[in-house]
């Protein structure tokens, strides 16, 4: 996920979380606020009424003869009321109650706050109840709920679109690092320092960080290109050298037999040399990415090079070689001479280890991800699962013992395999034979 | 025929001097870039061996000097240096071919044939041995009636003991001549002399080839 996303995801998230909380609390501690209000105002009341029947009793009040006293304002908002108590509970008296109660006056039932205090007088259990109505402060509570519940929605909204503009901003030169430096796979030597702008310490840091670790892989590619191209001549040149006058020493004819002998074998074993060399230079130079890959090529036309190359050699061992493809799979960007090397050693060597009247099959098929895959089996000795690894290894050989060692052919098909970003998979049984799969990746 | 070799390696330039001197070239030799140029545009030579990698000079400048000044000489390169690209550039400069070090004297004697026949046009394209006719072009053997058919590596092997007529090859030569570098040294030598015993075998039916030597120990020879 990106970084961009998870922030507009959490900021989202967490003002989501705001507005609920406040859509919970707000209303609750308005309701609050406004009974501790309404509850101090009716409890003063009660308060200035009990003065008043201190002054004057409580006939001055009540003036009717049950002594009962009921009294509400125009629009029903107030009312105070003084009634005596059949019941005689002394110990109630004192206590204030203050509850919501629907009240019904005069045909309309209305929500009060209402404080009763039962109070003694003259004897006499009475009950003093003061209310406010709650119509209006009902209705000013919805609206600042309902108001308060739009504003916080759009402030949210204005936040987090705030919050995504400015992450964006922020991020701009991160994902411009990664857009620029870090996604293209650029080859060290191929890369061009720049430095991107930004105020962001950490970013200027990163960005800092890449430019030199990639101007030091630069730098160690050239200084490797250096050293192969040295070795390569500090090598080549003797053997070149060497070489040369074996030839020049077998042409003068005036040699003894035995002489003549020594130079043949000498010739050999600098060949060897040679080969040796120069397989692992150019390893290394793939390594070292010094291919270019321009070219491009049908796979089953290089497959029929490589056949045409070896089928005369495995006729003379009576291996037949069955060219089966089918698709003509064009691979762009590659490098035509080292994919016909790697063509070429995977099935020289399943001719070298097949034996007489054997075939060697060479198949293509697509996968499931209908990438194009080039298969080729031969019934030959096969190898150890155990070796799977070691064959590909440059400088590893399982069997000193035996002659026929691996060589160098299997690492360089590894390599070219990996330098064309073409996967390999082997699958051999001991006795049963060997089928090399290359799946090639798709264009 | 006139031969420059560029070579700053000494020994490598007295072999290959006394190579082509053996096989009747003209030989100069230059030891630096600096000596090659001069003595190109001083004197008339039909090849200069070029090595790219001279102490004093940059191989691909001197290369590209020669061809600035138009003369009609044919470029081989020959190099240790290992840079594939180089190849590419040689050859894009009108380089004629280009030899990669270490390489066999014999070889470079195949690439020499190959440059003149390609500069003087198909007249020489076909060689005549005998009654056998080798035509290069199409890369069949005839005795001008009847074609011989043989095998790729049957051709390239008779082809290559012609052009070192006189010469004995080596198993080894002959192996990395139809094989280059793409064959491990350790596979079956005795190869060669299968397909010389089928070469003979073929061609038997159609003529003398007695020229066609085995040399004991050693390897093969077109003695003509």
Known sequence: ?443 | MNVLIIEDEKELATEINAFLTRQGFMCDVAFTGREGSEKIFVNEYDFVLLDLGLPDYEGLDLLKEIKEDGKEVSIIILTARSETDDKVKGLDMGADDYLAKPFALAELMARMHAVTRRKHGLKSNTIEVLNFIIDLNKRTVSTGAEEITLTKKEFDLLHYLVLNKNRVLTRTQLTEHIWGDVMEESYDSNYIDVHIKNLRKKMSTHGDIDWIETVRGIGYKAKL
């Open chain 1, 1 to 443: 996920m990106k970084i961009q996303t998870k922030f507009a995801l959490y900021s989202a998230a967490s003002k989501v979380l705001i507005i609920l909380a406040i859509s919970v609390t707000i209303p609750s501690i308005i309701s609050t606020v406004v009974y501790t209000h309404i509850d101090s105002r009716l409890k003063a009341r009660t308060d200035r009424v009990f003065k008043m029947i201190e002054r004057g009793g409580i006939d001055e009040i009540t003036l009717e003869q049950d002594c009962s006293f009921e009294s509400y304002n125009i629009l029903k908002e107030e009312f105070v009321s003084i009634e005596p108590l059949t019941k005689i509970d002394k110990g109630s008296a004192g206590t204030a109650k203050i509850s919501n109660d629907e009240i019904s006056i005069e045909e309309e039932i209305l929500l009060h706050r209402v404080i009763s205090q039962p109070f003694l007088y003259d004897n006499q259990l009475y009950e003093l109840r003061i209310g406010e109505g709650l119509g209006a402060i009902e209705e000013l509570n919805h609206s600042i709920r309902k108001f308060t519940f739009w504003i916080t929605l759009i402030l949210i909204l204005l936040t987090i679109i705030a919050d995504i503009g400015f992450t964006k901003v922020l991020l701009k030169p991160f994902h411009k690092i990664i857009d620029t430096k870090l996604k293209p796979a650029i080859h060290p030597t191929d890369y061009v320092a720049s430095i991107i702008p930004t105020n962001t310490d950490e970013f200027a840091l990163l960005d800092n960080s890449i430019n030199g670790v990639m101007q030091k892989a630069k730098e160690l590619f050239i200084i490797e290109k250096e050293f192969i191209g040295n070795v390569s001549h500090e090598l080549l040149t003797p053997i070149s050298v060497l070489q040369s006058r074996l030839e020049n020493m077998l042409a003068e004819n005036n040699l003894p037999s035995s002489a003549n002998i020594k130079l043949v074998e000498s010739q050999r074993t600098l060949s060897r040399l040679s080969k040796v060399i120069k397989a692992l230079l150019m390893i290394s130079q793939i390594e070292n990415d010094q291919f270019l890959k321009k070219e491009s090529v049908a796979v089953s036309e290089l497959v029929n090079e490589v056949v045409s190359e070896i089928e005369e050699r495995a006729a003379e061992k009576k291996i037949t070689i069955e060219n089966n493809l089918k698709s003509d799979f064009q691979l762009t960007e590659c490098n035509r001479s080292l994919l016909f090397t790697m063509l070429f050693n995977v099935v020289s060597n399943a001719a070298k280890f097949s034996e007489s009247g054997q075939t060697i099959v060479i198949t293509d098929d697509s996968d499931e991800a209908s990438n194009y895959m080039l298969t080729i089996t031969d019934k030959g000795a096969g190898i150890n699962s155990e070796h799977f690894e070691r064959i590909f290894d440059r400088f590893k050989r399982f069997d000193r013992s035996s002659k026929e060692g691996y060589g160098l052919g299997l690492p360089i098909v590894k390599k070219i395999a990996e330098f064309h970003k073409i996967k390999l998979h082997l699958k051999s049984e001991m006795g049963q034979g060997t089928a090399f799969t290359f799946i090639f990746p798709t264009v």
